[in-house]
């Protein structure tokens, strides 16, 4: 069952059930209606894909959201650099207006630091997905690995994800400020 929206509210029409793949889960997809703010007082919906659009103007690469005032995060992002001789990534952290900009285009609150969350120019990935996704951007033998890991069903991967992500200031702290 898939419900039609008309071509005035997404320009497209969507289908409000997940896709089902035999490969793995389909990342969220921008025309969707996480992609258009909710009408409020009477100003216009925002559709944040076209409002971000010209972060992949001039430069197509994926960007990496991360907590910037969180340790593991920073240490994330050190690794991801260390291990990225091509700088295939790019970095915001979420608390920046870019982050919070390119959460909303991701279906996300804009508020919503709960997850490393990875924006490529058609779709976006959370939580263990995100992960496994910038492993397959970064040097050998990262993309293996994570070829080998998207064999463990999603819930599981998400289930270990959250309650690392839930205990992370616990466990390495956070910063005053981002290092990065």
């Known amino acids: 069952m898939a419900l039609v929206v008309p071509v005035g509210c997404a320009g497209k029409a969507v289908s409000l059930l997940p896709r089902v793949s035999r490969r793995r889960r389909v990342a969220t997809s921008f025309v969707t209606f996480a992609t258009l703010s909710p009408v409020r007082g009477g100003e216009a919906a925002v559709d944040w894909v076209e409002a971000t659009s010209n972060f992949f103007e001039k430069d197509t690469r994926p ?16 690794f991801v650099c260390d291990h990225d001789r091509n700088r295939n990534i790019r970095f915001e952290a979420l608390q920046s207006e870019a982050g919070k900009k390119l959460l909303r285009r991701s279906g996300r609150a804009p508020d919503d630091i709960s997850s490393v969350v990875l924006v490529e ?19 050998l033998p990262f993309p293996q690995l994570a070829l080998f890991l998207q064999f ?13 992500a839930n205990n992370r200031y616990a466990f390495f702290g956070r910063s005053e400020s981002c290092e990065i």
């Open 152 to 164: 463990i069903p999603l819930f599981i991967r998400d289930f270990v994800y959250d309650n690392v």
């Open 121 to 139: 120019k058609e779709r976006s990935y959370i939580k263990s997905e995100a992960v496994l996704k910038i492993m397959e951007y970064i040097n």
């Open 63 to 78: 960007i990496m959201l991360f907590d910037g005032v969180c340790n593991l995060c920073n240490g994330g992002v050190k």
